[in-house]
């Protein structure tokens, strides 16, 4: 027997364990950097807003019109004109009652949530009816499902349920999402005109404009977007000095105030996000008194509280129409609902009915505290 004949064994194995190798390495290449599969935190208004955020909007939408679409499937109302008769018509409404009911239930947007695409970081519902195509990480419970639901019962209540049936008759249910995925028809922007470039700022130019930068604290608004509702950029109005004693007058017409009175802190950072969401589900409110509470923030980072006797920040308070003196939020804080929760028992069951000797009905006004 050879040397080579005595080798052969050795070298296949050392030959087979080479090409492992090269395969491990190249599949490492392929794959690159290790998946992450840790969804990132989401943000105040994802976690505790009982609205949707905007960027889902369009999103929920899809899944509420394909859950609606699958009511109709089971239901499949004709139109009045094809009903034999008034007893026809009043089973068919029945129908049609029960299964936007459950459509709309809790219950029905129970498995969905976010997805977080691993590749782009992008966050997406998932679920059925809007299941996009990628690798990510699901998140689900929080508010999703209350949050849908609300959607789909505002939808339910502008349309009524013949609407709803007879767009799904038509095959246009899809069609209700183009305002919240931007599919209206918008005017051409005109073109804007080219403007000379900005000279280049001097050493000491950018040094002024640094320390400004640096002096600029947050308040904790600047990461949410508009809403929706208003496209002002904030529903929170800011107040000051000269604008607080107009913004607190109440009237039977107006009848509800809440200020939030803030400093540096990184409680009132929290706060200031709060109270915005908050106030955005103040204006989607179905009743028209809590619908119409106005809500402000008085910057309070220089000690200002306009003569308010504050032991600490943040504040809340409350102004009502025929009481002399605000009431101090007393709530918790647990995020935007609990703050609109406080509210609203306020206005339906408090007002008016609480000891007129804590609470004295004369006017409305600022005083002491």
């Not at 029960?98 to 239930?105: G, M, P, Q």
């Not at 101090?328 to 995020?335: E, L, R, T």
Request: include cysteine.
């Amino acid at each position: 027997m050879t040397s080579y004949q005595r080798l052969g064994p050795c070298l296949s194995l050392l030959l087979l364990h080479a090409v492992l190798l090269l395969l491990v390495s190249a599949d490492d290449e392929e794959l690159g950097e290790a998946m992450n599969f840790k969804i990132n935190p989401l943000s105040e208004e994802e976690q505790f807003s009982g609205s949707l955020p905007e960027q889902f909007t369009c999103d929920a939408c899809k899944v509420v019109v394909y859950q609606l679409g699958l009511s109709m499937d089971k239901v499949k109302p004709k139109s009045r004109t094809a009903l034999a008769g008034k007893h026809a018509v009043q089973e068919q409404a029945a129908l049609l009652a029960e299964a936007l009911e459950l459509a709309c239930s809790t219950a029905t947007y129970s498995e969905y949530g976010v997805k977080e695409f691993t590749e782009t970081g992008e966050k997406a519902l998932h679920g059925p009816g809007v299941d996009k195509e990628g690798v990510g990480v699901i998140q689900g419970g929080g508010l999703w499902a209350s949050r849908m639901k609300s959607r789909c019962a505002s939808l339910v209540e502008e349309l009524e349920e013949e609407g709803i049936a007879e767009r799904w008759r038509q095959g246009s249910l899809s069609k209700l999402c183009a305002e919240d995925c931007g599919e209206s028809k918008r005017p051409t922007p005109r073109p804007r005109k080219r403007s000379r470039p900005a000279p280049t700022p001097t050493p000491r130019e950018k040094e002024t404009k640094s320390a400004t930068v640096e002096k600029k604290e947050k308040t904790g608004l600047e990461e949410l977007p508009p809403p929706r509702l208003t496209g002002n950029m904030h529903a929170v109005k800011p107040v000051d000095r000269q604008s607080f004693a107009e913004f607190v007058k109440v009237s039977k017409k107006n009848k509800f105030r809440f200020v939030l009175f803030y400093d540096a802190t990184d409680m009132s950072i929290r706060t200031n996000t709060i109270v915005e969401l908050a106030a955005r589900q103040l204006e989607k409110a179905n009743e028209k008194d809590i619908r119409r509470v106005s809500v402000a923030r008085f910057d309070s980072r220089a000690g200002d509280t306009y003569g308010f006797s504050l032991k600490s920040l943040p504040k809340m308070m409350f102004w009502r129409y025929g009481y002399k003196n605000p009431k101090v939020f007393n709530g918790q804080m647990d995020g935007p609902d609990a703050v609109v929760d406080w509210i609203r028992n306020e206005i339906k069951e408090i007002y008016m009915k609480d000891d007129p000797d804590k609470f004295p009905r004369i006017e409305a006004g600022h005083g002491e505290l």
